[in-house]
């Protein structure tokens, strides 16, 4: 398959968006999703059990969940991405162990697989998600979070 140039342009872009999702939330720099999301993008995690809700509402959601976690690292696979003119969309494989904080101090990995299915917009800010939705595929919990060998 053969791609013209505006296209090659569109699907480098969006990788670019889909890397800078996993910098952003691995960072907690949750203001930037601002950045990322249309205004009126449907951001949908109730795989997870976290109600759909739009930047604003996932933003709280993240602020308030987040220092539960002491790390996180979102390893996003290569993407899917199939482009409309103006639209798009993308299926993204990942990745994402997480260091919980245990009430009792120690702490454990959760390690999570999951699909991310998105709807993408042009803007005239460059390409936006419009919709994600996370889909599970695994999750293990009560991993130790200790050096090999210890």
């Known amino acids: ?7 090659v342009r569109d699907r480098i872009e969006i990788q670019h968006l889909i890397a800078r999702y996993a910098d952003i939330i691995d960072g907690q720099k949750f203001e930037e999703l601002d950045d990322i999301f249309t205004a009126d993008a449907v951001i949908d995690y109730s795989t997870f059990g976290v109600p759909v809700g739009g930047v604003a509402e996932i933003k709280e959601f993240l602020r308030s969940s987040f220092p539960f976690f002491a790390r996180s690292q979102h390893m ?4 899917h991405i199939e482009v409309s003119g103006d639209t798009a969309t993308a299926r993204t494989s990942c990745s994402n162990p997480m260091v919980s ?6 702490q454990e990995v959760w390690l999570i697989g999951l699909w991310y299915d998105d709807e ?11 919709k994600r939705t996370e889909t599970r595929c695994y999750t293990l919990t009560g991993l130790t ?4 060998g210890a």
Do not use: Q
């Open 1 to 7: 398959m053969m791609f013209s140039d505006t296209e």
């Open 76 to 79: 996003m696979g290569l993407p």
């Open 101 to 106: 904080n245990r009430r009792d101090g120690t």
């Open 120 to 130: 993408l917009a042009r803007t005239d800010d460059g390409w936006r998600f419009a």
């Open 145 to 148: 979070d200790s050096p090999i």
